[in-house]
Structures are given as structure tokens and as C-alpha cells.
């Protein structure tokens, strides 16, 4: 089973319509992030925590709201889509400096498979 | 000007060439990541470090801290090995700020 699962994988909506896209692990790490990713960009941090009480914007975080339900959930909105909010969406997780293995390995981030989402 | 730029934007080869992408750096970073987008989407870390050389099979990733630049070559390259390869430097807090990837093709 996929540690970083988000879901849908695949939507489509119209302008103005509220659209959540959820993220859940299994990797028990308490640092969890939400990236966009555009055609011929580089990717792009919407929001990130770094645990259940922590939540921080990232570069683009206009039109985009999120919620850390759990450790293992962290849920990203968007309150009233637009077209140019058409992109695919990652979500990731990291531990922190001194979760799990020492060294630069703590600190790797895992992808999930991302959501294709398409706004009219 | 990006923080991280990725060179070339696109590069396509023949089944067997060595293939060199390099990324580049402006800001001081404590890990630089490449990581590697299949066809399919999906996102695979694929090195992480922060000084020196590591190899992974027929992946080689090298880092020069003073230059500010890291490669990842690709020995005896082969067509399962066409993907994005995005190049990511961690700042500060592990915030990733990420290069615009390069295109690789492999034809048989």
C-alpha cells in the first residue's frame, strides 16, 4: 500500500465551486506539505505543517486554504476554484531533524501521486 | 532569476549514452535533492546529499558545495530512464525550492 495517498486523483469542477483535495500517511512523520506543479514549471510549496498545530504559507498560497485534521491527515481547499487554479497538486511528507534515522535521510520528502484537477 | 536553474530544459538520446543533467544555485541550502516525475506523474526521491558523490545503481549524483552546482549522470542510459528529473534545494526549515526540470528521452 502507497505510504502517501491523496484523493481524488482526477477533477474536474466549474469556477467558483469549493473543492478539497485530501492527503493522508502512513509514515507516522509529523511534517507534511502541499505543492502545485504547472506545464514547464518548477514545483511550487502552497502550504506546509510541521505538525498538528502549525500551519505556514508557502510561495502561492492566494486562494488556498488548508487543514491538519491529524498527524496523518492534512487536507488542502479551494474556497471558490478559477481556471487558472488548473494544475496538478502534490502532497508530501517528511519527518523532522531527529524523527527516525540519523542524518539527511530524516528529512527526505515522499510524494504522493498527485491530483490532476481542472477548473472550467 | 530562478533560485535553481536546471540545464538542459530537454535532452534526448540514444539507449546506452551517458547522460549528464546539472542544476545550479544561487542561495545557501543544507541538502540538495534530485528527484525523478514518471510519465504517469508520480514523484520519486532519487538522491538526497549535501556534500561529495552517491550512486544508486546507474545514477550517480554529485554535489560541489563552493561551486554551487550538483550533476546527476545516468550510465548506459535505457528507455525506462525517460522522465522529468527535478533538481530541489532544502532551505532553511526543509522548505524545497525546485528547479523546472528537465525532459529526458531515451530512444532505443
Known amino acids: 500500500d502507497a505510504d502517501v495517498t491523496q484523493t481524488p486523483r482526477n477533477r474536474i469542477t466549474k469556477t467558483g465551486k469549493r473543492i478539497m483535495l485530501e492527503c493522508s500517511q502512513t509514515k507516522g512523520h509529523d511534517r507534511m506539505y502541499w505543492y502545485r506543479q504547472d506545464p514547464g514549471l518548477g514545483l511550487q510549496l502552497i502550504y506546509y505543517s510541521f505538525d498538528v498545530k502549525d500551519i505556514n504559507k508557502g510561495e502561492i498560497s492566494d486562494g488556498y486554504s488548508v487543514s491538519r485534521q491529524a498527524q496523518a491527515k492534512f487536507s488542502l481547499s479551494l474556497e471558490s476554484a478559477i481556471p487558472n487554479q488548473t494544475a496538478l497538486y502534490f502532497c508530501?511528507?517528511?519527518?523532522?531533524?531527529?524523527?527516525?534515522?540519523?542524518?539527511?535521510?530524516?528529512?527526505?520528502?515522499?510524494f504522493g501521486p498527485g491530483t490532476r484537477l481542472t477548473v472550467l | 532569476k530562478n533560485e535553481v536553474e536546471q540545464s538542459p530544459q530537454n535532452l534526448t538520446a540514444q539507449e546506452g549514452e551517458f547522460i549528464t543533467i546539472n542544476c545550479s544555485y544561487s542561495v545557501g541550502i543544507s541538502a540538495l535533492h534530485w528527484l525523478q516525475q514518471h510519465p504517469g506523474g508520480g514523484i520519486v526521491s532519487l538522491f538526497m546529499?549535501?556534500?561529495g558523490k552517491k550512486k544508486h545503481g546507474r545514477l550517480i549524483a554529485t554535489i560541489n558545495i563552493q561551486e554551487k552546482h550538483s550533476s546527476l549522470h545516468i550510465t548506459a542510459s535505457h528507455p525506462r530512464d525517460s522522465a522529468v528529473y527535478i533538481c530541489?534545494?532544502?532551505?532553511?526549515?526543509?522548505?524545497?525550492?525546485f528547479g523546472q526540470g528537465t525532459r529526458l528521452t531515451i530512444n532505443p
Open positions: 546529499l549535501s556534500s
Open positions: 508530501a511528507t517528511s519527518g523532522r531533524p531527529g524523527q527516525g534515522p540519523p542524518g539527511l535521510e530524516t528529512v527526505r520528502q515522499f
Open positions: 530541489a534545494a532544502t532551505q532553511g526549515a526543509q522548505k524545497l525550492v
